[in-house]
Nanobody
Framework: RIQLVESGGGSVQPGGSLRLSCVAS????????MSWFRQPPGKERGGVAT???????GYADSVKGRFTISRDNTKNILYLQMTGLKPEDSAMYYC????????????????????WGRGTQVTVSS
């Protein structure tokens, strides 16, 4: 059974840090593009960061320099280290897996992702 299970969300003050984890099972994790998306209340789900099979990473402009995506292919875990958190980072965070070749789909196209987790909530407020 294919599963993506996120954890690590919570409530933090502006400037704080969190590390999200996504444990994958039921598919060959190392051969997939893995990404983080987020969805603020009342808004569309958008891409945050990507980690491709070739070892490359990508970030949305809004999180560059503050967030770091990484993966452990031996444990089938995807991470998102978030620092310098801002209120506008508040959202439900989802991990997603795409089997499209060596590189992640361009433009964070949600349709290109095959599997999704249920999300973990991040709230940034004072």
């Amino acid at each position: 059974r294919i599963q993506l299970v996120e954890s690590g969300g919570g409530s933090v003050q502006p400037g704080g840090s969190l590390r999200l984890s996504c444990v994958a099972s039921g598919f060959t994790f190392s051969t997939y593009c893995m990404s983080w998306f987020r969805q603020p209340p009342g808004k569309e789900r958008g891409g945050v960061a990507t980690s491709d099979r070739a070892g490359g990473t990508g970030y949305a402009d809004s999180v560059k320099g503050r967030f770091t995506i990484s993966r452990d292919n031996t444990k089938n875990i995807l991470y998102l280290q978030m620092t310098g958190l801002k209120p506008e980072d508040s959202a439900m965070y989802y991990c997603a897996a795409s089997r499209t070749g060596w590189y992640c789909p361009g433009g964070y196209s949600r349709a290109a992702y095959n599997y999704w987790g249920r999300g973990t909530q991040v709230t940034v407020s004072s």
